[in-house]
């Protein structure tokens, strides 16, 4: 209760809301409570965060109110700072890698809260240029900047994508802090397993319409946990039997595809390493990410990488498949083929699907969703060459078997995070190549798409034709099909 008795003032207030197909009867969200938001990829629950988040929303309500004090969070904003550094990137003017705008530079002027920044674990990176970030830390720092300036609301879309466990807890700690200065926090989640036990109140979006709110309950808070035993149990059973987009009989489906020429993958010799790094070690500006690292990959030695946010798991991806100038001055061996000895990054990649945030950042080319899937045929980003029928017919299917067959002629921009997450998993596995590359594929999709996908990837391993690198925070994610496991941890400098 605020001064004198009266109520929490409201931050959010929507009655008999219909909002671009989302039903809303009545909702309310005050200064100081904490929302968690629970709803499936296309249960609307992305529509509701995009309603909330814009200046000048297209909503027919009775009443609909949204404070103009608020701070968004969210894959798209992510995308937006990207696409603008890049624009600013003069790597080839200076004839050195440009690093992008010092991470200070994206906090409030005068003096930094060094209880946040500790909170963040970010101490030692304000002075990295935002490119030098990884995807966590990146995240990270766009919280922190909006948690200093302590809005009146914070909308955060999938709060715990891309973190560690460690910095989870950090961002818990931001988050309360938040809470203890009055602002109105409303996290969206597409999974149950990331609701913080210290939310105040729930809600479920599900089959296009607000089907529950309430308190969270004691039970579901005390535990210490991150669980969804706050939810009414049918409600919660009705989220998790929901059939997933990502369809499952994939993995019987799933083949060499047809239509394949020219491009089609090498056979490697079964005896001839896929991957093999002797002493590998990466840098930026000087700083020294990773080093001493000697890493083996037979076929069907399927591998997982875990590690901290900055511990260079994407990195050591991005020296695999070529994207790292590293990649040269390490001896890599590709294929049976040293790195650097006159091949192409084409000859190389041809032998790869590989998806990505990196990879989701930079297709920001034009082109519809059909044109991404086949653009997997051919290692671009954006198809510039042009596909025959049998691989357009091949990209269909893999629409349908996503459940997006209607969008073929979408922008692939305009579709939600976990529906392009969904399309460049398609667009990885189309020519069903030798190696996989998978660095965290699974992040923004909701529970039953997570379940199918990581299933379909187990599958995969069963049938023995692709290896597969996978990189992940998750330890539900840690599947027994893996025979390797390496922990960039354990060969990470302090940063």
């Not at 909702?27 to 814009?54: D, K, M, P, Y």
């Not at 840098?283 to 690292?293: D, E, I, N, P, T």
């Not at 069907?300 to 001055?329: F, R």
Request: net charge neutral; with cysteine.
């Amino acid at each position: 209760m605020d001064k004198k008795g009266a109520a929490p003032a409201s931050m959010i207030r929507i009655e008999k809301g219909q909002l671009q197909g989302l039903q809303v009867d009545s909702f309310v969200a005050r200064r100081g409570e904490v929302w968690c938001i629970l709803g499936a990829n296309r249960s609307g629950i992305h529509t509701f965060f995009n309603l909330l988040s814009a200046e000048s929303p297209d909503v027919a309500a009775e009443h609909f109110y949204c404070t103009a004090d608020k701070a968004i969070l969210s894959f798209n904003r992510q995308q937006q700072i990207f696409e603008a550094e890049l624009k600013k990137d003069d790597s080839d003017f200076l004839d050195r890698f440009d690093p992008g705008t010092p991470a200070r530079a994206f906090l409030p002027a005068g003096e930094i809260d060094t209880t946040l920044l500790e909170a963040f674990g970010l101490s030692s990176s304000l002075e990295k240029g935002y490119r030098e970030l990884s995807t966590g830390q990146a995240r990270k720092l766009l919280l922190l900047a909006e948690c200093m300036r302590i809005p009146a609301c914070l909308l955060i879309e999938a709060p715990y994508a891309g973190l560690d466990q460690r910095a989870r807890i950090e961002l818990d700690a931001a988050l309360l802090h938040l809470q203890s200065q009055g602002c109105c926090v409303l996290m969206f989640v597409s999974n149950s397993v990331d609701i913080p036990p210290w939310a105040t109140h729930l809600a479920l979006v599900h089959a296009g319409e607000l089907a529950w709110q309430g308190a969270y309950h004691k039970v579901g808070r005390e535990s210490g946990q991150r669980s969804g035993r706050g939810i009414p149990t049918q409600l919660l059973q009705r989220l998790q039997q929901q059939s997933p987009d990502f369809k499952p009989e994939l993995t019987q489906a799933w083949t060499h595809p047809s239509g394949q020429k020219d491009g089609a993958p090498v056979e490697v010799k079964r005896e001839t390493p896929l991957i093999e790094l002797r002493q590998g070690f990466a840098s930026y500006r000087g700083r020294r990410v990773f080093s001493g690292l000697d890493l083996t990959l037979h076929r069907g030695e399927h591998l997982l990488i875990t590690g901290a946010n900055g511990s260079g798991k994407s990195t050591l991806l991005h020296l695999i498949c070529g994207d790292h100038p590293a990649c040269y001055q390490n001896e890599l061996y590709l294929f049976g083929t040293k790195r650097g000895s006159g091949e192409s990054i084409w000859e190389i990649k041809r032998n790869m699907g590989i998806v990505s945030a990196e990879l989701q950042r930079n297709y920001h080319v034009g082109g519809d969703v059909l044109s991404c899937v086949v653009s997997g045929f051919f290692d671009s980003i954006g198809v510039y060459q042009k596909p025959d029928h049998a691989q357009i017919q091949q990209a269909r299917n893999w629409l349908a078997w996503i459940g997006l067959e209607h969008h073929s002629a979408y922008p692939f921009k305009s579709l939600s995070f976990a529906d392009q997450r969904l399309v460049l998993i398609a667009r990885a596995l189309i020519k069903a190549p030798p190696l996989l590359l998978l660095d965290e594929p699974t992040q923004g999709l909701d529970e039953a798409n997570r379940a199918a996908v990581l299933d379909f990837i187990e599958g995969v391993a069963a049938k023995k034709s692709s290896t597969i690198v996978y990189v992940s925070h998750q330890r539900d994610e840690q599947r027994p099909f893996f025979v390797q496991h390496l922990d960039m941890d354990k060969f990470t400098q302090a940063n």
